[in-house]
């Protein structure tokens, strides 16, 4: 059996969006190549074992489909290819590219500089663009082609003291829409999902508290909301669905 592959960049904590799409595409029967950047998660609040992406491979293959993973910073030269390269040579040409991985650090009117905005441009929409341009051209099926850009509802309100993410990640909403009219002929759709505010390890109890107030249904968002909506988008039922924005947060009263 010839299982179709899935890319998904950002993949590094077991509390995150991330593996939880990679466990719902392995149930779907999709073999799985994704990639971490432990640097990243170390200097970020949340705690990252260095041993997390061994344990989500191992937990991947045994919903018995293949997975292998790279650690890589998307930023570097070469990095994009490199990483299409291994793809191919390990697994074969993917049908699905799921770009999840992000860089943010707080950055108000005080505080941010050039260095950290070119860190989150790199990341945030230079990687994320060049990542679906490479897999555009190396697409070779004849259909069912999927790429999924997460976002973060940067159209929906502001965000303080976030303002290089805010602008980067807005980026790739326009990126999305602009792909779909070109590559509908070569059998691909594209979307953008914003998952909202998710309970990834990162809000603490004082802001869940406060956010919880905010959704109508009384929870805060999880990981595998996020992963179920993206499992519809990669299947054959959402052929008719590209170029969209897709908010799944849930009623969250900004």
Known sequence: MR?????????????????????????????IFFTYWSAYDHQMPWKVEENEPDQIQKEIRALGVNCEKLELDISQ???????LNTVEQLMRGPH???????YSTETSIE?????????HYQV???????????FIKRFKHQSQGRIINISSGQSLGPMPNEIAYAIT???????????????ASKGITINSVNPGPNDTGWISENLKESLIQQFPK???????????????????KADWITGQIIHSEGGFKR
């Open 124 to 134: 945030n929409l230079k990687a994320t663009t060049l990542l679906c341009i490479e």
């Open 111 to 119: 505080s941010i500089t050039a260095v950290e905005l070119d860190k």
């Open 218 to 236: 009384n929870r805060i968002g999880q990981p595998t909301d996020t992963a179920n909506l993206i499992g519809f988008l990669v299947s054959e």
């Open 169 to 183: 990640k807005a980026a790739i909403d326009n990126l999305t829409k602009t792909l779909a009219q070109e590559i």
């Open 77 to 83: 030269k070469n990095s994009i290819t490199d990483l």
């Open 96 to 102: 699905v590219l799921i770009n999840n991985a992000t």
């Open 3 to 31: 299982r179709k592959v899935a890319i998904v960049t950002g993949v590094s904590r077991q509390k995150g969006i991330g593996r939880a799409i990679c466990q719902e595409l392995a149930k779907n029967q999709f073999d």
